[in-house]
């Protein structure tokens, strides 16, 4: 795919040293947070494993190509078991004087392979701020908080192990729909829920003054949450485009329809997704650019959260000039048509989109009619209703690694924590899997049976203590009331004085909000 040349216009005139030329020495990657139980995904890997018949997918075992792998494999228990005695961590580097390069102002150029270790951290931190929104995401249908949150802003970072990263949670948002997505909307079993057409659907952040300086600007924050057994979102979607915009372009209906929804008889929706994201983030902008302070937005997000990370993003790009805006997906969809990537890149946004070979989720939607159809524009002129991916590829693959199992597992593939296990141990095409990656392997099995078993990793071992039951001083096994702080709570969401105040705050951008995004 064509890539822009476009740059923001207030990059500095003079060139620095590139980034890849620098003699930095390789960062050692860090994790420490939970994931979610995990639900069962067995339809969706029937289904899955029937498209792949249908595409004539195979998952191969590790060609010969991959020297090491095979000998590695062969002491892997007892080279694990003295990974467990080091750090699973190493030192931040300054990154203040390269920070336009990492966050792809050059489209990412001799960044990937090799995979520079500056930009492997700031990948994988990014990855980590979308594993929060599964991490702290309720899925109990036996909880009247089913769909929400399950700690305040103040407590999520602390709660997720991701305390070290520097940045405050800002803002909650909360997301419904207008099409029947069974599977992407949680419900509650319980009669008193907190709420019946919401779900959390990730947060805004902004790093603190350390990390501000260690990066070389304020960086602004949006983690967006996929579904929850992230393989069945493609039975929910249709393969319908919507315009958005002024001009051509078109994104996929049951995406867009997430990110604008809204109604007056819900408690947490009466603004959208898109007016509660939007709100937060100029008023950030605005603060610290009052301060004299240089601002980013990274948009991050996995499956579903990817795709919404784009809208965000062409939202953003569109309503506040020379922003410097990059998305980070992992396992993304495709999301819109040619003029809709054309757009994005007109408006500067980056992205880097990380795939797996082996997940199917970014075959999808657009199975045939996809950006593969533009070598025959000469022949049908431009088609706006195929799908097209946006941005730059990293591209890994599962076989490389000598800690998973081969064979096919679909939901495996497409896991966020498969994804960051292999970004923290890509090093280049050539070269498959760097050997001294230290970041926590028994992550990958948190929500499923990806791990070999001579590491004696359980499958799908994260879950809340006694699956969330406490025992109550007369020695009965309850569920325990939330802290007053870790209720959902719509205090700023009302209608009455949101929307409004929305309208005034876009219009110091003379953007006009009833435009085509939200009226859809």
């Known amino acids: 795919m064509a890539l822009s040349t476009m740059t923001h216009t207030h990059l500095p005139a003079t060139r620095q040293p590139r980034l890849s ?17 995990a639900k069962t995904a067995s339809r969706a890997t029937r289904w899955a ?96 908080y089913c769909g929400s949150c399950r700690y305040n802003k103040n407590k999520l970072f602390a709660k997720m192990g991701l305390t070290r990263h520097r940045y405050k949670a800002t803002k909650y948002i909360y997301a419904m729909s207008h099409i029947e997505l069974p599977h992407w909307i949680e ?14 659907m990730g947060y805004v952040a902004v790093s603190d003054d ?7 600007r304020r960086d602004i924050l949006v983690a967006w949450r996929g ?11 249709q393969s319908k485009l919507d315009p958005i915009g002024q001009g051509e372009a078109k994104v996929e209906h049951g995406f867009l329809s997430i990110y604008t929804s809204k109604s007056d008889s819900t408690r947490y929706n009466k603004s959208s997704a898109s007016e509660q ?64 990537k054309d757009e994005l890149d007109n408006l500067g946004v980056k992205t880097l989109r990380i795939v797996t070979k082996q997940d199917l989720v970014p075959r999808m939607p657009g199975l045939v009619f996809n950006e593969a159809l533009q070598i025959f524009d000469e022949i049908t002129g431009t088609l706006e209703w195929i799908y097209t991916h946006v941005g730059t590829e990293l591209k890994l693959d599962a076989r490389s690694s000598p800690y998973l199992k081969k064979g096919m597992n679909f939901s495996g593939f497409h896991g966020l924590e498969t994804y960051l296990h292999l970004v923290d141990g890509y090093l280049s095409s050539k070269v ?30 994260y879950q809340l203590a006694n699956k969330g039951l406490v025992c109550n001083d007369h020695g009965r096994w309850v569920k325990p009331k939330r802290e007053p702080d870790d209720v959902p709570s719509p205090t700023i969401e009302a209608h009455n004085h949101g929307n409004h105040d929305l309208a005034v705050e876009m219009q110091t951008y003379n953007v006009n909000i009833t435009g085509p995004l939200r009226s859809a």
């Open 277 to 340: 994201v939007m709100r937060e983030v100029i008023m950030l902008v605005n603060s610290y650019e009052e301060k004299g302070e240089e601002v980013s937005l990274t948009i991050t997000g996995h499956s579903l959260g990817g795709a919404l990370a784009l809208l965000n993003a062409h939202e953003a790009g569109s309503t506040i000039p020379d922003l410097p805006i990059t998305v980070i997906s992992f396992g993304a969809p495709r999301v819109g048509n040619l003029a809709f």
């Open 432 to 461: 498959p899997f760097r050997l001294e990656a230290r970041r926590d392997v028994a992550l990958v099995n948190k929500a499923c049976d990806m791990i070999v078993d001579e590491l004696r990793i359980p499958h799908c071992w």
């Open 187 to 200: 419900r509650s079993h319980v009669a008193d829920t907190w709420s019946r057409d919401s779900n959390w």
């Open 21 to 37: 030329q620098l003699n930095a020495a390789p960062a050692i990657q860090e994790v420490v947070h939970d994931h979610p139980q």
């Open 227 to 237: 579904t929850v057994v992230p393989c069945e979102w493609f039975e929910d979607f």
């Open 49 to 144: 494993e029937s498209l792949s018949h249908l595409l004539h997918l195979h998952v191969e075992p590790p060609s010969s190509s991959h020297a090491g792998v095979h000998n590695f494999t062969w002491h892997l228990p007892r080279d694990h078991e003295q990974k467990l005695s080091t750090p699973a961590m190493s030192p931040k580097e300054d990154i203040s004087q390269k920070w336009r390069e990492i966050q792809g102002f050059s489209d990412w150029e001799d960044l990937l392979d090799p995979l520079h270790p500056w930009l492997r951290r700031e990948i994988i931190k990014y990855g980590e701020f979308a594993q929060a929104t599964y991490d702290a995401f309720d899925h109990d249908a036996f909880s009247e």
């Open 210 to 216: 350390e990390e501000t300086r260690r990066i070389g």
